[in-house]
């Protein structure tokens, strides 16, 4: 039976510019998801524009647009910029569409009739400036916890999760005036029934979740789960499919986290698949790829709308949480004015090269640091000098010496030996998520190579001795071979270049070898050298 996977790659906020935090955060998912296809596994991989809340309203009304039009700008920013980085995506959508937000009523129907979903009146922030309700970003306050200037729903600065009544002396971000207390109607959804499912959960994920997953989904646990807000007083977003709400829409963590589902139904049913087969087979195997500020949304929230949707949903079992991304040594923030946006990178580096940096960087355990500098070095010391290096002198070489024709294949019994196991040791560090380790294995893959073609020294053979030129070219070549294909999950574009050239023609997870009847007719750099003064970042 074929492996199931689905990868759930986080929902970007369509409120600003993806920078090289958000690139940090969901590549590896992209990265899983190349590397199962070419296993042969039935992936699915979905995500989608986070359209909906507060934040979106606020910037529109800032802007001077309509919420719809701010979403629209920015998820047609974010298609492009994961289209140029080659993300390869089954469907990337956006919760603005009719499509999730019919499929959302559906779900939140079901567990209503379940049992999970109530009404229940409560204080709330009211603006008597503004003469509204205000929620989430609209708050202005200091944060119980640190101290710190925060919103209303979450503090930026220490990542707790805030409710408006914890919230310090708070205020109307769009007056400035002080808050009052007034009473409202909320339907709640009744996270706490499902404590002791999440617990196991966690329990069942103490070797192959990270650590700061670990911690911050305890740290919820230990609290106790409390019952969360399912709607929210403003006038963007889902609306709710009960009577006596109409003035309100679905709070946006719960509408967004349902995204998974509504993608990937809407992918299958589009490509003739049952989805709700799939995913609530117990071979299928979930992976959710994301931020650390985005942890307890997925190993707490989730789980609990799934169980309480339909208890046969495949629950998360991998949890792929990366940590922050700073800018030398400070914490990039809109606010600040400080991130590097993908787009600017875009301007600067190649894909490839831009996958490769941020993978063999990536924040997996602790926060990174950008530098152009560093960017600059990785990419000509490994990519150029290395990777690209290998490739060229033994293809320039054929084409200068032997008009492009290549030797026939043998193979030696070490190298193949060592192409072989570097295949089951990357394959097992990126089921594991360990995806940095798997990137530090290719790169070790491209030292052997080069390793290899120094101490064979083949431009001292061609004329003295030409089948020993031959048998270590054929060799290289088989290197090479392996080299593109062991990391077309990480750089596709380059592998691709380099299969091509070759003749590789196979699609699989394991050795494969150039075809010697092809005779090459030109040689296609793979990365160009980058001068630190000519990127403008
Ligand atoms: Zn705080
Ligand atoms: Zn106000």
């Not at 084409?399 to 060592?418: A, M």
């Not at 491209?446 to 053979?461: F, G, M, Q, R, V």
Request: neutral net charge; glycine residues 6%; charged residues 25%.
């Amino acid at each position: 039976m074929k492996e199931q996977i689905f990868i759930g790659g986080a929902w970007p906020y369509a409120n600003n510019k993806l920078h090289i935090g958000h690139l940090a955060a969901l590549l590896p998912g992209d990265f899983i998801a190349r590397y199962f296809r070419q296993k042969g596994a039935e992936v699915l991989y979905v995500s989608g524009s986070d359209c909906h809340g507060t934040p979106i309203t606020v910037s529109a009304k800032a802007q001077n647009l309509s919420p719809m039009e701010v979403a629209q700008k920015y998820d047609a920013l974010f298609n492009q910029a994961f289209a140029s980085l080659d993300f390869s995506y089954d469907l990337y959508t956006a919760t603005m569409t009719d499509y999730h937000k019919t499929h959302v009523q559906q779900f939140i129907k079901k567990i209503y009739e379940h049992g999970y979903i109530y009404e229940k009146e409560e204080d709330e922030l009211f603006c008597e400036n503004c003469n509204k309700f205000i929620s989430d970003r609209e708050i202005k306050g200091i944060c119980p916890v640190c101290g710190s200037e925060t919103n209303g729903d979450q503090c930026d600065h220490c990542l707790t999760e805030l409710s408006p009544d914890m919230i310090v002396n708070p205020c109307c971000k769009l007056c400035g005036n002080a808050a009052v207390k007034k009473k409202n109607k909320h339907l709640y959804f009744a996270l706490h029934k499902f404590s002791k499912g999440i617990q196991k959960l966690l329990d069942s994920h103490k070797n192959s979740w990270r650590q700061t997953t670990i911690n911050e989904t305890s740290k919820y646990l230990k609290q106790g789960l409390k019952d969360r807000a399912l709607t929210r007083q403003i006038d963007w977003g889902v609306e709710l499919p009960f009577d006596g709400f109409k003035d309100k829409r679905m709070y946006v963590w719960f509408d967004a986290l349902m995204g998974y589902l509504t993608a990937g139904e809407r992918y299958c049913e589009e490509h003739g698949k049952d989805f709700w087969n799939f995913i609530t087979d117990k071979n299928t195997k979930c992976f959710y790829i994301l931020g650390k500020d985005n942890i307890v949304f997925h190993t707490i929230i989730l789980p609990g709308i799934l169980q309480a949707l339909n208890p046969q949903i495949q629950q998360p079992d991998m949890i792929i949480a990366s940590e922050y991304v700073n800018l030398g040594g400070t914490k990039m923030s809109k606010s600040k004015g400080n991130l590097v946006t993908v787009e600017e990178l875009l301007e600067n580096f190649d894909s490839d090269s831009i996958r490769y940096f941020f993978m063999y960087n990536n924040p997996e355990k602790k926060d990174t640091s950008f530098s152009v500098n560093d960017f600059v070095d990785i990419h000509n010391k490994h990519l150029v000098g290395g990777y690209g290096n290998f490739v060229n002198r033994n293809l320039s070489f054929l084409l200068k010496r032997f008009g492009g024709e290549l030797p026939k294949i043998q193979i030696d019994q070490n190298v193949q030996k060592y192409v072989q196991s570097a295949y089951k040791t990357i394959g097992e560090l990126i089921e594991r998520g360990e995806n940095r380790a798997a990137v530090e294995e290719i790169f070790n893959f491209i030292k052997y190579c080069n390793k290899y073609y120094d101490e064979s020294a083949p431009w001292t053979l061609y004329e003295t001795n030409k089948a020993e030129f031959d048998r270590v070219t054929s060799n290289c070549l088989y290197l090479i071979s392996n080299l593109a294909n062991i990391s077309s999950p990480l750089m596709p574009k380059a592998a691709a270049k380099v299969k091509n050239m070759l003749g590789v023609k196979e699609e699989k997870w394991g050795e494969v070898n150039y075809d010697p009847s092809i005779v090459l007719k030109d040689v296609n750099i793979l990365f160009n050298r980058v001068k630190l003064d000519e990127v403008k970042l």
